[in-house]
C-alpha cells in the first residue's frame, strides 16, 4: 500500500535559522497536502501541490513537489517562534486513499 | 464559521462502555472523515464518507462504527471502549474525495478521550 515517509521527525532550530521538512512516497501523487498544527491545537490546512515540479510560497514558507510527484518540501525560512508545532504531510495517491506522514515537530528556541 | 464541531472536547470511559462523538460541518462538504492521532504514530484514519449515504473502512476501523447522519453530521461510535482506545479523535471535512484529486481539509477541534 502508499506509504507517506517523512523526515525529521523532529527538529529544533534556533530562532532566524532555516528549516526543512520532506515528505516521500512509496507511489506516484495525484497531489500532496501540507498541514500545521501547534502544541495541543489540531492540523491547519496550509497548502496543496498538485503539478509535477510545482513550487508555491506563503510569506517565509516554500512548498515544492517533486518532478516525479514522489517527494516534496516544505521550507521555513528565518524561523520565527510562531512557526512552533508540528507540520504534516498528506498525499493522494488515488482510490480514495489520503495517507498521512508521522509528521516533523519543530521546536523554535528564542 | 463554526467550520467543523466536534462534541464533546474531553472524555474519561471505563473500560467496556459505550460512547459517540459527535462532529458536524456547516461548509456544504460531501466528504468526511474520523482520525486519530497517538504520540509518535502520526493521523490514522479509522472511517470515512466520501458522500452522504457511504461510509467505508480506513486504517484503523475495528473496534469503531460510524454513521452519516446527513450530509452535515458524520458521529463515531465506540461500542465497548478498550483502554487502546486512549486517544485524541479528529473528524474533518473535505469539498470532495474523488478518483484523481483530494482536496484540503477542514479538522475539527478534537475529542481528548481515556479509557480506563
Known amino acids: 500500500g502508499q506509504q507517506v515517509m517523512q523526515i525529521p521527525q523532529y527538529q529544533h532550530v534556533q530562532e532566524g535559522e532555516d528549516f526543512t521538512t520532506y515528505c516521500n512516497s512509496s507511489?506516484?501523487?495525484?497531489?500532496i497536502q501540507w498541514y500545521k498544527q501547534r502544541p495541543g491545537g489540531h492540523p491547519v490546512f496550509l497548502i496543496q501541490l498538485v503539478k509535477s515540479g510545482e513550487v508555491k510560497k506563503q510569506k517565509r514558507l516554500t512548498f515544492q513537489f517533486g518532478e516525479a510527484k514522489k517527494n516534496s518540501s516544505l521550507h521555513i525560512t528565518a524561523t520565527q517562534t510562531t512557526d512552533v508545532g508540528t507540520y504534516f504531510c498528506a498525499g493522494y495517491g488515488g482510490y480514495q486513499k489520503v495517507t498521512f506522514g508521522i509528521g516533523t515537530k519543530l521546536q523554535v528556541i528564542p | 464559521n463554526a467550520g467543523v464541531t466536534q462534541t464533546p472536547k474531553f472524555q474519561v470511559l471505563k473500560t467496556g462502555q459505550s460512547m459517540t462523538l459527535q462532529c458536524a460541518q456547516d461548509?456544504?462538504?460531501?466528504?468526511m472523515y474520523w482520525y486519530r492521532q497517538d504520540p509518535g504514530m502520526g493521523l490514522r484514519l479509522i472511517y470515512y464518507s466520501a458522500s452522504e449515504g457511504t461510509t467505508d473502512k480506513g486504517e484503523v476501523p475495528n473496534g469503531y462504527n460510524v454513521s452519516r447522519l446527513n450530509k452535515r453530521e458524520f458521529s463515531l461510535r465506540l461500542e465497548s471502549a478498550a483502554p487502546s482506545q486512549t486517544s485524541v479523535y479528529f473528524c474533518?471535512?473535505?469539498?470532495?474525495?474523488?478518483?484523481?484529486?483530494?482536496?484540503?481539509?477542514?479538522f475539527g477541534s478534537g475529542t481528548r478521550l481515556t479509557v480506563v
Open positions: 461548509m456544504n462538504h460531501n466528504s
Open positions: 507511489t506516484t501523487l495525484s497531489n
Open positions: 474533518a471535512s473535505s469539498r470532495s474525495l474523488l478518483q484523481t484529486r483530494s482536496y484540503g481539509y477542514t
